[in-house]
């Protein structure tokens, strides 16, 4: 017979929603903690994760990787007042999977029915075996509300990403006298922490811009910054710029408002790079993550035709930046040739399709990338990184041969995953991971603040952002 005093076997019990399998496969061994807490999995979980299994992207890979986890088990089963009770060991760690014949649930929309139906076989396994160190664990923050109504604890699972509003990354500092190249600097700013990964430092005259690096203070060349398609227009794109052109660094983190440029700027610099006889990169490798629609039919499985076409809808971001660097250069062309010659798409689609062959530039989807690795001379962007889970970022970046540049961009405003928050989606987990120093890997970060797309969009983040 089952133990009914699990609260003495188990520090916490944890009820756990869908969402936490499909945001990772391996967040049950996080939570189980050495087998020190028991995991809890209703049915209804189950049922939605095997759904989605047959799907494309990173939902599907997900709920795969699960039932492989769970696939070689010995069930022990018992029936407790209506309530099935599978106990199952999983790789260490105690698993039960909840069950019941009959449910008082009922819900106009599927989804809706299913929440209350985990909501009420959770409370049915609380009551059943008398516990008072059970939590429901959800990403969705209805789905505990709803848990706290029924007196259910809850506890928000974060994966242990803190959220840090305050983070500047470039620290603003009076001197008397601009300070000489290379000097440590402890000497400038005594209370330099590691996220200080650059400087304005300024003498009441005018401003220098620096970055750190080993400890010391490096000024950026504002003219070497302009020798490329899309050119700087403020210290961040500077700073962004100078990160991604020098060697030092490896992984360069952008976090930026929509309209800021974090694309264009990342591209364009990625191109120059490309372009540089003296630089060891010969290809940009662009990746977008696809972001599942809940609704079967949506999902990018579902679209026409093959893998490439399907694709090609998340890497409008490139195509826009590539058409607006074509159009840079065919003015500047005209320009050149003191001619007045009408662009016309025809010669924008020329010049892209040239622009692709001569920096390489290819387009990849996330879930292609395991089992492969990604060679020595190419600059990887990953785009809209908020939108990427903790599992596939560390997929992408653990395909990096050890020369590999990566750049990655994306904004906390725009989560379109929904089995993503701020606390737990790549972009996050990577800035928070950009407090501390990594001896492994010289790493940059910086935020674009100013809209440059236009007065629309500068609108749009005032009125609809809350900072």
Known sequence: MLNKKLEEDFKKVFIIDTNIILDNANNIFQLSQNNENLIVIPETVLDEVDSKKSIMGEIGYQARQFARTISDINPIKEVNNGLTTIKVNVEGISLYIISKDNYITEGEENNIKN??????????????????????????????????????????????VKEEKS???????VVDEHPKNNTDILEIDPEYKISDYS???????????????????????????????????????????????????????????????????????????????????????????????VQKGEEIGFLKGGLEEKLSIYNFPLYDTLYFIAGIQLKASNHNKNTKNTITSEMLEEKVEELKSRYSIETQWSGSLRGRTISSDTIVIMDEVQNFSAATTQTVLSRMDKSCKVILV???RQIDNPYLNKYNNGLSILLNSALEKHDEVNLFAVELKKVLRGPITEFAEKVFSKD
């Open 115 to 160: 929440d209350r139906k985990i909501l009420e076989i959770s409370n049915d396994f609380i009551k059943t075996f008398n516990l008072n160190n059970a939590y429901f664990i959800s990403l969705d923050v209805m789905a505990r509300v709803r848990a706290i109504s029924l007196g259910i604890n809850t506890e928000f699972f974060n994966n242990g």
């Open 410 to 412: 994306g904004s906390f």
């Open 199 to 293: 400087y304005v430092i300024d003498n009441g005259a005018f401003k220098k811009v620096a970055v750190i690096q080993n400890g010391k203070l490096v000024y950026i060349d504002d003219e070497e910054l302009n020798k490329q398609d899309v050119k700087p227009l403020n210290i961040e794109q500077k700073l962004f710029t100078h990160a991604i052109l020098d060697n030092y660094y490896k992984l360069v983190l952008c976090e930026a408002k929509a309209g800021s440029g974090k694309t264009a700027i990342g591209i364009s610099t990625a191109m120059r790079l490309v372009r540089d006889r003296n630089s060891p990169y010969k290809k940009i490798m662009y990746i977008r993550n696809s972001v599942e629609s």
């Open 167 to 173: 983070i500047e990354y470039i620290k603003n500092i």
